[in-house]
């Protein structure tokens, strides 16, 4: 067998089945980027979900960790650390809020977001204990622990992990008439992705967000943005909810948070909001350790300049452009997106999502499918017009094969 067969079989010796990835086994990794153990290179477009918005190996995350590997790496909220009180500062300054609640995974930010609307629910708004809703849309991703898949339209991701934890109503996305109809006096939240991403990069009518955010603040309910994939400049502004102007009562943070270095993850919001926490009510050991404010305080110091949505909008833009050509050529039936992501509705007569992905793959470019037919691009906001340029030339030729 060659090197990649036998990592993927020992790999699937001891692993759980959880992930069904490309049949690639990546080595290094530098930029947009990657080499495989066999030696051969691949540009990444994808990004880890965008949790590589600062490509591979970006000089200054890797010395911002590496100079506080050198210190301390964790106290465990136990003690005070003194990284922490900058990175609260600087990310509240970033989010124009308040206060900060830090984590580690997305999916962790989504639960506390969902645990701090309902807790102020009752304390702030005054619903009846045990009453709270949380309204959410369909072929919503938040994450994938029992509480989020309980409100999740995905079969793969929900089935059998019941039983289901009550208090979300779902919605159709982008349908202000029945946001409007679900809202009731016990509704202490709206929780919406901007773009929905693992639904294949949806983006909502133009005015939903804001017609969202009216009716949040007309009802008293807060409007929770997931801005785990779509923020941090990926779209072209730091948060996507920009786009129309939008400032939700949350924010919900991850993945590029943490520069790819180190998993880190926040829920942003005010003190009328984030105050409802008292010592021991809510935590996690890990979350706002030194090592992932280090690097987390090096992420928000590059997006403070503007370079990266800067360069996102650009790129983003001309990816469009490209991207759209392709479309009733009979091989791209959509595309969809904003800023430097994209997703790709393929035609069925022209292969699967997977098949698209693996024959990508085969010319030197990594994209990954969801729902079948949608390939998702996102390469990193450090990419260069000419990689970007190369990437899409082996789409072209994978959808002119025969």
Not at 56 to 85: P, Y
Not at 98 to 123: C, D, S
Not at 158 to 169: I, K, Q
Not at 299 to 322: D, F, K, P, S
């Amino acid at each position: 067998m060659s090197s990649t067969q036998d990592a993927i079989a020992s790999a699937e010796a001891h692993s759980a089945h959880n992930y069904h990835p490309l049949p690639v086994v990546v080595a290094s990794a530098d930029g947009a980027w990657m080499t495989d153990v066999e030696g051969r290179r691949y540009l990444d477009m994808l990004a880890g979900y965008s949790a590589l918005n600062f490509g591979h190996g970006n000089r200054r995350l890797i010395d911002a960790a590496k100079a506080q590997l050198e210190r301390v790496t964790l106290t465990s909220r136990a003690f005070h650390h003194d990284r922490f009180a900058e990175f609260c500062a600087r990310l509240a300054e970033l989010c124009g809020k308040e206060a900060v609640l830090p984590m580690n995974t997305g999916a962790e930010a989504v639960e506390t977001a969902v645990k701090t609307a309902r807790k102020w629910g009752y304390e702030v708004k005054g619903v009846p204990d045990g009453h709270a809703k949380i309204v959410v849309a369909a072929n919503n991703f938040h994450g994938r622990t029992t509480t989020v898949v309980s409100f999740s339209t995905d079969h793969e991701a929900r089935d059998h992990f019941g039983p289901y934890t009550p208090g979300f109503e779902i919605v159709p996305y982008g349908d202000l008439t029945a946001m409007e109809a679900a809202v009731t006096e016990n509704t202490v939240a709206v929780l919406l992705e901007p773009i929905q991403g693992e639904a294949g990069v949806l983006v909502p009518p133009a005015g939903y967000l804001a017609g969202v955010r009216e009716l949040t603040l007309r009802r008293n309910v807060l409007f929770m943005a997931d801005e785990i994939q779509s923020g941090l400049g990926r779209t072209g502004r730091t948060f996507a909810c920009e786009h129309e102007g939008v400032v939700p009562d949350v924010y919900i943070l991850g993945k590029a948070l943490g520069g790819g270095v180190v998993p880190v993850s926040a829920v942003v919001a005010d003190r009328d909001v984030l105050g409802v926490f008292r010592p021991g009510e809510h935590g996690s050991t890990f979350g706002g350790n030194p090592l992932a404010c280090a690097v987390a305080l090096e992420v928000i110091a590059m997006l403070r300049t503007g370079e990266y949505q800067e360069r996102a909008a650009e790129l983003g833009e001309h990816l469009h452009a490209e991207l759209g050509l392709l479309v009733g050529g009979g091989a791209v039936e959509a595309v969809r997106g904003r800023g430097l992501w994209a997703g790709v509705d393929i035609a069925p007569s022209h292969g699967t999502g997977r098949e698209i992905s693996e024959k990508l793959m085969e010319r030197g470019v990594l994209v990954k499918d969801t729902h079948g037919s949608t390939i998702r691009i996102a390469p990193p906001l450090v990419i260069s017009k000419e990689d970007l340029d190369w990437g899409l030339e082996q789409l072209r030729g994978v959808l002119s094969e025969e």
